[in-house]
């Protein structure tokens, strides 16, 4: 697969390039030349495979020659080694062999080591950049700026791979004690993962992290790559799940349509959606939740795009003002606002609706939402008051509620157990360096640690 600059399509590069390269030489986002699509009888074939097998032979269409198809599938098989499972709040399991006859399941992607979504891709991303470097002998400094989620994912992904060092910046005091504890933790000393506390939001973590980029004497300086989702080999697996999910869906309930909700900042994991979509997978509708923090909300609405700063929210991963995977979203449907409308249906929610609807399903069912989460299914229930459809409604699952631990217990007053591997995070002596958010700050420190 060619990808191409959303700037100006005659900008093209091959995948393992367009990984390494994280933006255009113009400044655009990579975008893939032609996203493959399959019938409905080679979408069925992909459906009956398990979801490594599945993401391997996706891969196999996105990447370039550089990966064969043994590499893939070894590739997605050490990488998702974990469930991905659809459940109802009352545990039932959504299996095409046996449906349950319930129409709303929470597609959970966050059983994988860090106990985000984002291991999804940062799993695939780290083994693909690893099997080019190896290839290669060449090395790269990775930046990434997070909000909670991603520095965790790429941390734990990249931990201990030769040939890489990665710089984790995260908004001081901006996100929860337990990811804050998670990302200080993956680095031991001496080791290749280095977490920074920025002192300022998250918009100046991911505008200091684009500083660096634009800056080509330190991007040459330090071989840099990042691994946010401005990276195409971040969004590409994101699709995986959603061609699958959606064919697990569509088995089990083959009449209904298929509405899926999306809690979203960078818009990242909805990209992932709509190529998966234009893939073919069987979804009719994406619902776009976002917490206050709306500019794409806003932008479904009245067609005006006013990017802003973010605001803090307990939905802290999708505290994002300027989304940047927007001119993504833009590019795959040619700007045509009524075709991403037909598309994506958006609402969003503030903390107090969030925090009453956690405390409700909790009481009522047992089952613990993590506040992103809790935004995605207010966002079904708010699409279901609003369309008579029948329909089978995936919310996805973004996070674990145990990494907001701190936020979930003041809203449900009772402790919330951490799983064993946060469990033993918590234990362990953070080690992490303090910065303005200047770009000096960051280079002077770059450039001590690499020695
Ligand atoms: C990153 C993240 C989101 C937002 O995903 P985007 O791809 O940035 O839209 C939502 N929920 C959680 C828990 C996250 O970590």
């Not at 992607?109 to 291991?119: E, N, S, Y």
């Not at 804050?180 to 920074?196: F, P, W, Y």
């Not at 200047?438 to 420190?445: M, Q, V």
Request: with cysteine; glycine share 8%; proline share 6%.
């Amino acid at each position: 697969m060619k990808y191409h600059s959303h700037l100006d399509t005659q900008v093209t590069a091959e995948f393992g390039d367009a990984l390494l390269a994280s933006l255009a030489p113009d400044g655009g986002l990579w975008m893939p030349d032609k996203i493959p699509h399959f019938t409905p009888d080679k979408m069925a074939v992909l459906g009956a495979m398990d979801f490594a097998d599945c993401a391997a032979k996706l891969a196999t269409y996105f990447t370039d020659n550089r990966f064969d198809e043994t590499t893939l599938k070894a590739l997605c098989a050490d990488a998702y080694n974990f469930d991905v499972p659809m459940v109802t709040f009352v545990g039932q399991r959504l299996d095409p062999a046996m449906p349950v006859q319930a129409d709303e399941f929470v597609l959970e992607l966050f059983h994988g080591p860090t106990l985000a979504f984002k291991d999804f891709a940062a799993r695939f991303m780290g083994r693909a950049a690893s099997h080019l470097m190896k290839k290669s002998g060449e090395r790269r400094t990775i930046l990434v700026a997070t909000s909670g989620d991603t520095g965790g994912a790429i941390g734990d992904a990249f931990l201990g791979q030769d040939g890489v060092e990665v710089f984790i910046l995260f908004p001081k005091g901006g996100v929860s004690t337990v990811q804050e504890r998670q990302l200080c933790t993956i680095g031991k000393v001496g080791s290749n993962v280095h977490a920074i506390s920025i002192d300022g939001t998250f918009d100046d973590c991911q505008a200091l992290v684009k500083a660096a980029f634009a800056d080509q004497a330190m991007t040459k300086r330090f071989d840099l790559m990042s691994a946010n989702s401005i990276n195409v080999g971040r969004v590409v697996p994101q699709s995986f799940y959603y061609v699958w999910a959606s064919l697990q869906a569509k088995a089990a309930y083959p009449k209904r349509k298929l509405v899926m909700s999306i809690p979203s900042g960078n818009l990242g994991n909805l990209t992932g959606g709509l190529m998966a979509r234009a893939m073919g997978a069987p979804i009719d509708r994406f619902i776009v939740a976002n917490n206050a923090n709306d500019p794409f909300v806003d932008y479904l609405v009245d067609g005006e795009y006013r990017p802003r700063p973010s605001v803090p929210t307990l939905s802290n991963a999708m505290d994002i003002g300027r989304p940047n995977n927007f001119p993504r979203i833009l590019s795959l449907f040619g700007d045509d606002i009524d075709a991403i409308r037909s598309a994506c249906w958006g609402v969003s929610f503030d903390d107090d609706a969030t925090a009453r609807h956690i405390r409700r399903v909790y009481q009522d069912t047992g089952y613990l939402l993590c506040p992103h989460t809790a935004v995605g299914h207010m966002g079904i229930l708010t699409f279901r008051e609003r369309h008579d459809i029948d329909a089978t409604f995936l919310t996805v699952g973004t996070a674990h509620p145990a990494k907001f631990a701190d936020s979930l217990e003041g809203i449900i007053h009772k402790d919330v157990p951490l799983p064993p591997s946060l469990a033993a995070a918590m234990t362990r002596k953070p080690r992490v360096t303090t910065l303005l958010p200047t770009l000096e700050a960051l280079s002077d420190y770059i450039a001590s640690e690499l020695g």
